[in-house]
């Protein structure tokens, strides 16, 4: 549903920060859920390419276990 493809972390942070800001928007439950998953899966691509997990959590409104 939203685009999670970036070249950079830059743009990949970016990019999260636009998909969290949809996913707030979403009305439903089920629209909330599916953005999401997005974001969960462009968060995990960021980590991939060592964003800090920190910038990740607060950017997507998540708390980190440690």
Request: aromatic fraction near 6%.
């Amino acid at each position: 549903m939203l685009d999670i493809d970036f070249e950079t972390p830059e743009e990949g942070i970016e990019k999260l920060k636009s998909a969290v800001k949809t996913r707030n928007q979403m009305g439903g439950a089920m629209y909330w859920n599916i953005c999401e998953d997005d974001c969960l899966r462009l968060a995990d691509k960021l980590t991939a390419q060592g964003v800090d997990k920190d910038l990740i959590a607060s950017i997507g409104g998540w708390t980190r276990r440690r």
